[in-house]
């Protein structure tokens, strides 16, 4: 297994000031002081943390470099690190109440509004997970397991999509036993989905990662919103 890599410097070619400007964009926010409360390096958090037992990932370092205000480790953690939080928030029993998901959740959030390359690639195998939701604000349909859609999945998926109708038989229950549907959303919800993620900046973050997908989400939100009566609302 590889190590870790947090050396220093790693980011060279990014400057201190880049750096010690995204820090002050994630400390700016406004859960930042809710969620840290500098660390005791008592591992809890580490053993807690289901990622951490699959990846060379530790709540612990993400905590302390935070605390610490290592603004050239947090820079090379929010690079990497943090796209293999699962975000589970098992690590909120640190007894110091700290909560590395969540300074996790901050990092990812300033990586994506800034548009980060590694923000961008971490997402990149999720264009078409966040093209479903947005447009029907339903989940993935099982026809969706295809390998070129997942490649970073595994040689598995191969063998999901090449016996996907029998997975579907396999597994209860029966208003699953579809690959093209999930379920249906009634259009009141996702007009309400539709202002939420306007009002919230969602497609901001999405336009930060993603700016093809952008467009083609955009184009149908705002012909549904049209004609829901609101056809003051535009995404420019
Ligand atoms: S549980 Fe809390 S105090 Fe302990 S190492 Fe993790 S962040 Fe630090
Ligand atoms: S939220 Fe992330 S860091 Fe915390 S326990 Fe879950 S996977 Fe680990």
Redesign the pocket.
């Known amino acids: 297994m590889m190590a870790l890599d947090i050396s220093q410097n790693k980011h060279a070619d990014v400057s201190m000031e880049e750096k010690d400007r995204l820090f002050a964009e994630m400390k700016s926010d406004d859960r930042w002081n809710h969620v840290l409360n500098g660390c005791y390096e008592c591992g809890i958090?580490v053993a807690?943390?289901?990622?951490?037992k699959f990846y060379d990932f530790s709540?612990r370092i993400i905590a302390q470099a935070a605390a610490r205000e290592d603004t050239d480790l947090m820079y090379t953690l929010m690079s990497d690190s943090v796209w293999d939080?699962?975000?589970?928030?098992?690590?909120d029993r640190c007894p110091r109440e700290n909560s590395?998901?969540q300074i996790?959740t901050i990092m990812r959030e300033v990586a994506v509004k800034n548009g980060l390359k590694t923000a961008k690639e971490a997402l990149q195998g999720y264009g078409r997970i966040i093209y479903k939701i947005m447009l029907t604000g339903s989940q993935v349909s099982p026809d969706m397991l295809q390998p070129d859609a997942f490649p970073d999945w595994g040689t598995h998926v191969y063998e999901i999509a090449d016996n996907l109708e029998d997975w579907r038989k396999a597994l209860p229950p029966e208003t699953l036993h579809t690959t093209e549907t999930g379920w249906k959303i009634d259009e009141k919800t996702i007009i309400e989905l539709y202002l939420i993620w306007h009002m919230t900046g969602v497609m901001d973050l999405i336009e930060g990662v993603d700016e093809g997908l952008y467009d083609i989400i955009v184009d149908v939100m705002e012909e549904k919103l049209e004609e829901a009566g609101y056809d003051d609302i535009t995404f420019d």
């Open positions: 958090c807690s943390c289901p990622s951490a709540p939080c699962s975000q589970c928030f098992s690590c590395p998901g996790i």
